[in-house]
């Protein structure tokens, strides 16, 4: 075989080493062109790598670069620069796009189709043609909106918003849209080196021996390291610090993902191949997969240096639950029971550390994206056995979260490795390491039984719920305490009595998700909500009208609700319009009713801290926040604010988020970081206003929400378990013919919307994520081996461009009492309700009511 290959890039001849594993890999990692991005490699299934090859749209992830040899490659760095900056303008004024990573690739491909229809290429056109592409974030409406218009000729000057309420264009989105946008596997450093790691090969098993000497004899290799070379603190997390981020020799694996060895090599492929290299020896013990057996007395014990499987549960009552349920006049018993889902964010994990200086000062700057950039800082100086101020932290905007980042992934490995070798160090996930390793969405096993008065007012609802955990902590206690005080929906219920417990097990671990404990908490409780309707004989739509919770009346966990709670018989009402039109005209329908809380809440002080500083050099402003940016726009929303405070361009504004100042507490988790970076910004912009802006000065601020209590404490019989909630009515609509949802109607109750199209987009993708997870998404383990049985893209089932149904969205804005702006936030309640809203509508196609999830799989 030749050991080069030659073609042509972008209209110049170049070549390449042979022995690239594809054409894309030889793009990125030899020619340094990272416009086309590697979600998946090499799988070809997600699209986000494609480019032109003698002027045809392909992946370049699994395209053998024989293959290519003398051919025409073309990427976004070779496209007539006025034809880059009408896609770029177009997906920036069209919102058709969050967090990026997708984009560029979907730009080849629609290019390709514009090329060859021109003006004639519409969205029903085009959308068979995103069959090749994910996009996790958008639900594909916008997306279609701005090819269709460039295909059209349609332009566009889009511009950021100046102030609270504009549909500006997101901060970035041109530059993310041609993939000029750096995300951490984009980044070049002079000398850096590539770390992979070595996983585990069984889910539970004592560790007996970890042989690195091959590996550490394979080309290219600097280092091999195991838990063995850890200075510090073998073990992280978020809330428990209960995670090895390696298993030492000695130890007990207890997750497909636990990591063995760290290996370090001048190029990604050596730095794989050599971590297979790495022999280790095993115990192999059975895995503890079933968490109801898990929670026995007398289970065995599933996960190392843990003393109990039970990581948490939850519980309140309120009213006599037995009297309530004895005197109804219809009742209910129903077990749910939902999925694991993966998900499935575009760009998988990719932490990059930068070593400086030396002796007492050696520096670590670390490029995260992470969900809580400060957590991790924190938690990597523990590892190190180094002080907060050896490490900076800077948040790189990520390709997509959805509280899958949350948790560390390998920030922690690059790091040691950058530290041990003193040379930078990057460490990019693989898509089937990233599945293995990162938390899920929960199965949870909700039994209820729930009872209502003749008129269908609600009377009692006992639940009874078990979420599969997995291994370590997380945040999955967090989830389940989620889960019971959002188990009675947006509805008063005069008695309930709820318990929900958090199982450890040897499964993939789960943790944060969008919608956290809240979506499948409302899959039962609006499934109750349909059976009960069905037997006092009124429509959904009227049931819960009925029992749809008011201000001053008390929600589920005993919380008196604010005027915020308005908003929830506001999305009723403004949904009757459409539920009646859809049931005349015959259609299937069913609806969903949906409230999430925006912020942790449960006794927790929540602080926000932000910085505003005007450059006395040049005309820029800093403006600095503690939220990660993830495709939701929180970058936008402090712009936007800022913008509006200080009354200057929102051009002239730059948005930073780094551990250089301490203005992070937390994750950005909760659907608090519209609210919460608004308040910090808001309140830094006054104090600078106050002080006459002067240049290079840090105005500090901080937003505090410290008036919520704890779920079941005794003291406190109504407690404010959250500060603010958003609420959403979503109307799904099938046809009975071809039992397709043709249709979904989502009236979202936001507060205030800072961005309204980028609120909007939020949505659309949330009920695309909803559809999914409603229909035909899931991630199972094998019950033998804790591993997950699917290792690519599309055994997940995610909704392609072509299946996703018209998505109509309404905003109504009831301000949130003691929230700035009114903001009450969007990031989750978006899937809240349509699950139920899916279910109700095919049972009122085939009358056959559903429990488990997802409804449509295989
Ligand atoms: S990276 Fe090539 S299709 Fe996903
Ligand atoms: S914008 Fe498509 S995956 Fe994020």
Redesign the pocket.
Known sequence: MAERVDFTLNGSPVSVRADHPHL?AALREELDVTSPK????P???????TVHIDGKAV???NLPLAKVAGASVLTLEGVDVDERQRYADAFAACGGLQCGFCIPGIVMRAKAQIDKKGADLDRGGMAPHLGAHLCRCTGYVKILDAIESVAKGKTFQPALGSGIGAAGAKYEAGELALGDRDYIDDMRIPGMLHAALRLTDHARADITGIDTTAAAAADGVAAVFTAADIPGELRVGIIYKDWPIMIPVGGRTSYAGDVLAIVVAETRQQARAAAELVEVSYDVLPPVTDPLAAIEPGAELAVWGTEDNVLSRSAYARGDVDAALGASAHTVHEIFQTQRIEHAFLEPESSLAVPSGAGTNRRLHVYSGGQGVWDDRDDICRVLAVDTDVVTVELVSNGGAFGGKEDMANQTHAALAAWMLDRPVKCTLSREESFRIHAKRHPVRLEYWAGCDADGLLTGVRVRAVGDSGAYASVGMKVLERAAGHATGPYHVPAVDVESIAARTNNLLCGAFRGFGANQAQFAMDGVMDRLADAVGISGWEMRKRNVIRPGALWGPGQLMDDGAAGAEVCLDSIKPAYDAAVSAGKAVGLGLGLKNAGLGNGLREVSGAVVRFHGDDERVEVRHGWTEMGQGVHTVALQVAAEELGIDPARIDVIVDTTRQLGFGQTTGSRGTLMAAGAVQQACAAALADGCRPDVDYHAEHVVDWTAKLGDPNHPQPTIHAAFGYAAQLVIADRESGKVERVVAVHDVGRAVNPLLCEGQIEGSVHMGLGYALTEDFPTDPETGFPTFSTLRQLGILRAKDVPEIEVQIVEVPQPRSPYGIKGVGEIGLVPTAPAVAAALHDLDGEWRATLPMRAG
Do not use: I
């Not at 590697?38 to 490699?41: A, F, L, N, R, T």
């Open positions: 894309l590697d979600g998946c490699s799988s070809g299934q997600c699209g986000c790598c992946v370049s992830c």
